[in-house]
């Protein structure tokens, strides 16, 4: 069967595709980085509760606290990708997700069970000294599983090729497992939001006056530590993935695409400079560069997006139907909804003041 007779036929966008594209990879970025502040602070503070005998652990504690927000940000900043990535990819990712619907529409169910896990962590703290583990551990688990439907969606809307599977599984229960890139993809964003969940606890500790200054500069070195060894596994991991990439994807970023080839270069420099500033104990820099590769890497990856729909489909392609109007008042609302995240920010950041008080 021809792969291409599979894609639903597109519907024309309003405004050139650019500003489509230019904001789904901005607000992916987003979505990226308060994932691995998510992921990677369960699984810190899942290690601790694990080594630690139950009773008072105060990386826990603030771990605890900034779970609650982190998934809402998550859940937030996923939605705006979604619809940008919809109106480009629009015939590719609705037909993935209807492979994969079972799945795909548990993504909501999980995605409720994790943040109510995530509150009783938070509430039953001192409660249930010896059982919070354990909400925590499935919060993360059932984390860990959306995350693992995500790669599966991504990696199946770029494989046209993959979808006539649709014909065996009738009812949405197809998982891209024939992809051989998906296990060590999945890896790569898992290993990654353990460097920046540690960064991201150092960051927080840097601004806890409250701290006895001894144990503020111990929690920073942690989090550092974190963030360094996560980052050497990172690296391995980079690589192995590199080589596990079909050799058309593959060679657009060493040398058969000049933007593709320095986008990557740019991103492994990146990552280098994570790991001096993280053997250094340079938080500031380390965290600066940690946001760099990761926005290289959102470029490196819709390339090789593009790149594995060559064959089919370029977004450049879509027709255009001009009409500016839905854009601008997009622009306007998005402007009076970040001014009011900012307010709910300022909101949360004081009860958690008196909270601690
Ligand atoms: C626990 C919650 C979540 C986790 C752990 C998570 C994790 C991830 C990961 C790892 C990826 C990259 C997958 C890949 O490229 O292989 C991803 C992509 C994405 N996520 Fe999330 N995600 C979560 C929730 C959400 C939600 C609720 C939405 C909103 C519907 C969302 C929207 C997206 C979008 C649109 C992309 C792909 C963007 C693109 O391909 O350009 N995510 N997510």
Request: with cysteine.
């Amino acid at each position: 069967m021809n792969p291409a007779a599979l894609i639903p036929l597109p519907d024309p966008l309003q405004v050139p595709w650019g500003w489509f594209q230019f904001l789904l990879l901005l607000t992916f970025f987003l979505h990226l980085v308060v994932m691995n502040i998510m992921i990677g602070c369960a699984f810190i503070a899942l290690v601790k509760e694990l080594l630690a005998p139950a009773g008072r652990s105060d990386l826990c504690r603030e771990v605890s606290r900034q779970l609650t927000y982190a998934i809402a940000f998550t859940v937030n900043f996923g939605v705006a990708p979604f619809l940008f990535l919809q109106v480009l990819y629009g015939q590719f990712i609705y037909t993935s997700s209807i492979i994969m619907g079972a799945y795909w529409l548990a993504v909501v169910f999980c995605l409720i069970a994790a943040y109510s896990l995530a509150y009783l962590y938070r509430f039953q703290f001192d409660a249930w000294e010896g059982g919070r583990r354990w909400f925590l551990g499935l919060s993360l688990a059932i984390m860990l599983l959306i995350g693992f439907f995500f790669t599966n969606n991504m990696t199946l809307m770029q494989s046209p090729e993959r979808w006539a599977a649709y014909f065996n599984h009738l009812g949405g229960f197809f998982l891209n497992f024939g992809e051989p890139t998906l296990l060590i993809r999945y890896l790569h964003f898992m290993v990654a939001a353990v460097a920046g969940g540690g960064l991201f606890l150092a960051g927080l500790a840097h601004f806890q006056n409250r701290l006895p200054d001894e144990d503020r500069r111990a929690r920073i070195k942690n989090g550092l530590l974190w963030f360094t060894y996560a980052t050497v596994v990172e690296v391995a991991v980079g690589i192995l993935f590199l080589f596990s990439l079909p050799r058309p994807v593959r060679e657009i970023f060493i040398g058969g695409d000049w933007l593709a080839t320095l986008l990557f270069l740019g991103s492994l420099v990146g990552a280098f400079y994570c790991l001096l500033y993280g053997i250094r104990q340079k938080l500031w820099p380390a965290v600066g560069a940690l946001l760099l590769t990761i926005l290289l890497m959102v470029l490196v990856r819709d390339l090789a997006r593009q790149a594995y729909l060559a064959p089919y489909f370029h977004p450049s392609q879509l027709p255009l139907a001009p009409q500016y109007s839905p854009m601008l008042l997009f622009f306007l609302i998005l402007i009076v909804g970040l001014g009011i995240i900012a307010v709910m920010l300022r909101l949360a950041w004081q009860s958690t003041k008196e909270e601690q008080a």
